[in-house]
């Protein structure tokens, strides 16, 4: 079984200020983890996914993540956001062919 | 570019009525997956299919759900006698088996209200 954590479900930053969301997960399997970021009335589009190898990830828009496997943790960092950043945040944990486990969200507030 | 498509993207309905939603995933994947988001939480995995074959719906929410693909192209949700409790957010993805890590390609989602 797989299950992933956000411990935060809102994070308010300032705008041009780092951010950090993050992300727990547990698993019985090796994992793939991903970033997913949903914008309000849309689909959710990937961040950033670890598979393999560098424990350090880079994405889209100035987002990156770092894989901890002794903490079973993948949280997101960005240096410096920006207020079209606001959105919600969800991480996700797949071991292959079924379905994504998803946590519930952090929705990223950018605040001027 | 086309990406994964869903139709219809709201959905009002009464309690009792059956609705259809469908999903168009990107051509080359022979992946289809199915979501339920409800307010506040992640999307929670509901079936998913390899090319016309259903490979895991034991996670559908109730026997009122059902879902096929009949051509292994596109691929249609059916909620029967829907209940208040079934209004939510239906999201399709898709991806091809080809690609490592089971990425999926997410479609804007049909948000259905059961009245």
């Known amino acids: 079984a797989q299950s992933v954590t956000q411990l935060d479900s809102q994070v308010p930053v300032f705008e041009e200020a780092p951010v950090e969301l993050r992300c727990n997960y547990s698993s019985s399997v090796s994992v793939y983890l991903f970033w997913y970021v949903q914008y309000p009335n849309q689909g959710l589009q990937l961040l950033l996914k670890y598979l393999s190898g560098s424990t350090l990830v880079k994405g889209i828009n100035g987002f990156e993540a770092e894989f901890n496997k002794s903490q079973t943790s993948f949280h997101l960092r960005k240096p410096s956001v920006h207020i079209s950043d606001t959105a919600e945040y969800f991480c996700?944990?797949?071991?292959?062919?079924?379905?994504?486990?998803f946590g519930k969200g952090t929705h990223l507030i950018i605040q001027p | 570019d086309t990406g994964v498509s869903q139709n219809p993207r709201h959905k009002i309905t009464k309690r009792g009525q059956n609705v259809t939603f469908r999903c168009d995933p990107i051509?080359?994947?022979?992946?289809l997956y199915w979501y339920r988001q409800t307010l506040g939480q992640g999307p929670e995995f509901l079936t998913y299919f390899q090319n016309e074959a259903q490979l895991e719906k034991s996670r559908l929410l109730s026997d009122r759900f059902s879902a096929e693909r009949p051509k292994g192209s596109f691929s249609t949700l059916e909620i029967q006698r829907t209940e208040q409790g079934d209004s939510a957010m239906y999201l399709c993805?898709?991806?091809?088996?080809?690609?490592?890590?089971?990425?999926?390609?997410f479609g804007p989602g049909t948000r259905l209200t059961v009245l």
């Open positions: 993805a898709s991806s091809t088996q080809g690609l490592a890590g089971g990425e999926q390609f």
């Open positions: 996700a944990v797949g071991g292959g062919a079924d379905g994504l486990t």
């Open positions: 051509s080359e994947h022979n992946r």
